[in-house]
């Protein structure tokens, strides 16, 4: 999974809790991406980030938060989980130059909050 | 807006036998488009991209894909289908954003494929 790890793998989280995931990556790229991931949505992007302290919101960002302090560090936080953010979680990584625009994606993380 | 979409949510194919999965595409521009595939409880893998050049586009694991501009078609296709290509398939577009969102992709919603003994 191109040196980008996810953590935690697996979380089970009461309704009206705080979560924070954590993406990390040894490749140096620029470009960090959280997604879900929920049958019959495909991928949806939730925030982004073009470099250290520089992020913006994607399609879902309503009831998410991302900080990236480090190049290899992006965090993705849920400031009072919901039932409807059970979901698979992906970070995915990329480095644009030439032709190069694909994404690499991490393990993922499955969050159910009850 | 640009856009993707995989008409099939599955595709059944015998072991052996060609495979298709479709993508159609709207942009506003030229399109950069990709196929990816996840196999169970794994992180989605990059298999191949078209972004100018050659219209059949060869990638990973025996995969091809043929863009065709007058149909803005791009589907992902391999000669010879194998038991372990069976996962879902996920095609995606550039977002031809600017600055800092030049980057991101629109995905579609995935097409399973089943392929049978």
């Known amino acids: 999974d191109a040196g980008i790890t996810q953590s935690p793998r697996h979380k089970v989280t009461e309704t009206g809790t705080p979560v924070t995931l954590r993406c990390h990556q040894t490749?140096?790229?620029?470009?960090m991406y959280w997604y879900r991931q929920d049958p019959g949505h495909g991928l949806r992007l939730i925030h982004y980030?073009?470099?250290?302290?520089?992020?913006d919101k994607g399609e879902v960002s309503d009831g998410y938060s991302v900080s990236r302090s480090k190049t290899e560090d992006f965090l993705l936080t849920l400031e009072s989980a919901t039932s409807s953010q059970t979901s698979v979680y992906f970070c995915?990584?990329?480095?644009?130059?030439?032709?190069?625009?694909?994404?690499?994606f991490g393990p993922g993380t499955r969050l159910t909050v009850t | 807006a640009q856009s993707v979409a995989q008409p099939e949510d599955q595709v059944n194919v015998a072991e052996g036998n060609p495979l298709t999965v479709k993508c159609t595409y709207s942009?506003?521009?030229?399109?950069?488009l990709f196929w990816y595939v996840q196999y169970p409880n794994r992180g989605l893998q990059f298999l191949l991209k078209y972004i100018t050049g050659d219209n059949l586009v060869k990638g990973s694991y025996g995969f091809e894909a043929e863009f065709n501009k007058s149909q803005t078609s791009f589907h992902l296709k391999k000669p010879s289908a194998l038991v372990s290509d069976s996962a879902l398939y996920f095609c995606a577009v550039r977002d031809f954003g600017y600055g800092g969102s030049q980057g991101n992709l629109i995905f579609g919603k995935g097409t399973k494929l089943s392929v049978k003994p």
């Open positions: 995915a990584i990329s480095e644009l130059g030439g032709d190069s625009y694909e994404q690499y």
């Open positions: 490749e140096n790229h620029r470009y």
């Open positions: 980030s073009y470099g250290v302290k520089d992020t």
């Open positions: 942009v506003s521009g030229n399109p950069y």
